[in-house]
């Protein structure tokens, strides 16, 4: 099992940055997949980006492509997002996942507030 902890997540102006991090403890963070998605109010939760394993291979969601960037350092057991030119509709509770086999598991979650 993994728990997962998210952080960075914080209220920017249309056109800023953030870097999200998503720190996990537990066994054998480098066998999971790891993820984001996101949340708005009165949406369903929708997937970002995610990264393989090893790091190698990555994928994004077409609204974010070019804009953020999932990273993540197995020495420090945490996966990063970088978002740039964060734009209102980024606003969202951002939720890390990690995925191995059938099993996956949550974060509670980082706001994300983009003012126009």
């Known amino acids: 099992q993994v728990q997962l902890v998210e952080s960075g997540g914080g209220l920017v102006q249309a056109g800023g940055s953030l870097r999200l991090s998503c720190a996990a403890s537990g066994r054998a963070f480098t066998t999971y997949n790891m993820g984001w998605f996101r949340q708005a109010p009165g949406k369903e939760r929708e997937f970002v980006a995610t990264?393989?394993?090893?790091?190698?291979?990555?994928y994004y969601a077409d609204s974010v492509k070019g804009r953020f960037t999932i990273s993540r350092d197995n020495s420090k057991n945490t996966v990063y997002l970088q978002m740039n030119d964060l734009k209102p509709e980024d606003t969202a509770v951002y939720y890390c996942k990690a995925s191995r086999a059938q099993n996956d598991y949550w974060g509670q979650g980082t706001q994300v507030t983009v003012s126009s």
């Open positions: 990264i393989s394993f090893s790091g190698g291979t990555t």
